[in-house]
């Protein structure tokens, strides 16, 4: 009787080991086995760099007020607060089955390969490089396989779609700063409306920028591999997985921008005293 008990107990505890070790993957280990999790580490400085480039590039800013928006995007933006609602948003938007698929693919050696270009890519220093090599890498590509790969890749990974949308939130955002530091009478509405007629323009400027990107952060894959990846994210986890990330860092990123201006503003006064 002595020896049944014991075996019962051990084949329970047995039976608890397989379930934990069958168990899938949360949204924090997914999140953290991809690339994002590096990627939103850099978002405060790439944010504040963007945004003061933009800027100046403008010519219309002031180049104090530049550098006070500059500060203001980089502490109203945190990565800590991205990433927790990154995981919140998968953990509501995929299944466990798809969890598991993004898991699985990110532990494969292609996966990784890229996530690593991918972060390399993304950090504000290497933007200049992109640039200085973007006329070269367009020549060297024209007409190719790879080249013909991009229309699949931008479709899958929502790249241009999710920058444009983006980028007008950012200056919609900003605009309503501004005018409200200068105390413009411009409604909100009528901003909105004078972005979105410029919609066709800057998508036409992003695209050609995420290409340039394409080329540049993925120019040590092979063939083969570029081909692994848009399968992944072509397939139904793939597809549900970027669709919650591009979704979520979107909020996160224009969220804190609809008080810009009142942090702006108040910062402003607080320097004239």
């Known amino acids: 009787m002595r020896f049944r008990g014991v075996i019962r107990s051990l084949l329970f505890a047995s039976v608890m080991l397989a379930g934990l070790a069958q168990a899938s993957p949360d949204a924090r280990q997914v999140l953290e086995a991809s690339s994002i999790a ?18 100046r ?3 219309q800013v002031p180049a104090m007020v530049t550098d006070s ?18 995981v919140a948003d998968l953990d509501a938007g995929l299944s466990d089955q798809q969890l598991q698929a993004v ?5 494969t050696p292609v996966a990784q390969k ?3 270009a991918e972060v390399a890519a993304s950090a504000p220093a290497a933007w200049a490089e992109v640039r200085r090599q973007a006329q070269a890498l367009n020549e060297q590509h024209r007409g ?20 444009v949308d983006t980028a007008i939130a950012v200056q919609l955002g900003l605009g309503s700063a501004l005018a409200a530091l200068s105390q413009d009478s411009v409604r909100h509405e009528s901003l909105r409306d004078q972005l979105e007629a410029q919609r066709p323009a800057l ?3 992003v695209e050609q920028q995420v290409y340039d990107s394409y080329l540049y952060t993925y120019q040590d894959l092979s063939l083969q591999e570029l081909q692994l990846y848009l399968e992944f994210l072509e397939s139904g986890a793939g597809q549900e997985f970027t669709r919650v990330v591009t979704d979520s860092l979107q909020r996160s990123i224009t969220e804190p921008l609809d008080s810009i201006g009142a942090r702006l503003t108040g910062l402003m006064n607080f320097g004239r005293q």
């Open 57 to 59: 590039q403008s010519g």
């Open 144 to 163: 190719t396989p790879r080249a013909r790969l991009f229309s699949r890749f931008d479709s899958a990974s929502r790249a241009t779609e999710s920058v």
């Open 103 to 107: 898991y699985d693919w990110y532990q």
């Open 38 to 55: 590096d990627m939103v580490a850099q978002y405060p400085e790439m944010m504040s760099q963007g945004v003061q480039d933009g800027l």
């Open 203 to 205: 998508r036409a400027m």
């Open 114 to 116: 890229i996530s690593e």
């Open 69 to 86: 928006i500059g500060f203001v995007v980089r502490s109203m933006v945190s990565a800590a607060t991205i990433e927790r609602q990154l």
